[in-house]
């Protein structure tokens, strides 16, 4: 077995991920890391294995499957647990496929004309003052407010959802309450708006999902009803956010590309996927838990072990991409992970190219003097190995 690589290393990771990964990438296929909860986790670092595990049946996303005393999740109630990112089929096939129609890019498109106006609602509360926080303003209330259109949640009812979220995927360990508080929260708030839904249905997807737990075929249980919504809007939420706010400061570090996508904003598509290669809203996949010892190369991916699959390595593995490091929004057209790959793929992947491009072009075209507010070095992200955002974007224009 590997030697374990102390927590020092895990805490690089947070300091300088994608040095860090190019580091493990070269020394071996994966790696038995301590994270900073002090339990171990396989890592597993290079594209084509990342690929195949992406898709590989015998790693469970099933907490069930995992060792005792070897995975210390965020402790959920079940009515926001039983999620499709803890399912394996067929119970994952089966919620699924009741969800996936609201999502196809064909039905995405439809959506074009609503999610401008909040792009453009939302620069026009800032346009006059010169200045903002893009992640405060623009970035995070971008991806609620489709979301919650989507689901049918009245804008008289929309909370502060990305303090909630917040709270529960970067919980500060010296206030443990908050995260408590946070999923309390999101658990009355959903209890509360089903209820509603069921009342008054309306054409929107959570009431499609209502019927669909009350008189389909397929039948939701009500826990698996009220965790699809959470998921629906928690997944909607936390990557579009990260995936804009990335996007945003990696253009603004690249001043040649930037020129580029607003000389030819017929580049728009080709650059979100490049951006989200280059510096994706999840580094790591979600756990998961091998069913059986797993072989990745030489090393030997013990049953019931924690295995992270690190997506944001895979992406710049120079294997698999020419000059991974380097910003190109010509690149030809790659098949990143930054969305994921297999069943697990990202269910909302259409909407979050819809609305990313939607957020960068109509940013770009209103503000052609965007710039940094801050010196580049003051920028923080969150502390969190598994997720990839910026605490604040501050920019003048």
Known sequence: MPEIIPVPDAAALLADPYAGYAALREQGPAHRLIGP???????????????????????????????????????????????????????????????????????????????????????????????????????????????????????????????????????????????????????????????????????????????????????????????????????????????????????????????????DPALVPAAVEELARYDGPAPLAIRRFPLEDVRVGEVTLPAGETVLLAIGSADRDPARFADPDRLDLHRPKDAHLALGHGIHYCLGAPLARLETGIALATLLRRFPGLALDVPRESLRRRPSLRTSGLLALPVRF
């Open 37 to 263: 909860d002090g339990l171990p986790f396989w890592l597993v670092t290079r594209y084509e294995d990342v690929k195949a595990l992406l898709a590989d049946p015998r790693l469970s996303l099933d907490k069930r499957h995992a060792l005792p005393g070897n995975y210390r999740g965020l402790a959920l109630p079940p009515a926001l647990d039983a999620n499709l990112l803890n399912m394996d089929p067929p119970d994952h096939t089966r919620i699924r496929r009741l969800v996936s129609q609201a999502f196809t890019p064909r039905r995405v498109e439809r959506l074009r004309p609503a999610v401008q106006r909040t792009a453009d609602d939302l620069l026009d509360a800032i346009e006059p003052l010169g200045r903002a926080d893009l992640i405060a303003a623009y970035a995070g209330p971008f991806p609620i407010a489709v979301i919650c259109d989507l689901l049918g949640v009245p804008a008289e009812h929309r909370r502060d959802f990305r303090a909630w979220t917040d709270a529960i995927v970067t919980p500060d360990p010296a206030r443990p309450w908050e995260a408590k508080a946070a999923v309390a929260g999101l658990l009355g708030f959903f209890a509360e708006l089903i209820a509603a839904k069921r009342a008054a249905p309306a054409d929107d997807l959570l009431s499609a999902l209502i019927a669909a737990r009350d008189e389909g075929e397929d039948r939701l249980t009500e826990d698996e009803l009220t965790s699809l919504a959470f998921l629906i809007l928690f997944a909607g939420y936390e990557n579009t956010v990260h995936l804009i706010g990335n996007g945003v400061l990696a253009l603004l570090d690249h001043p040649e590309q930037l020129a580029a996508l607003r000389r």
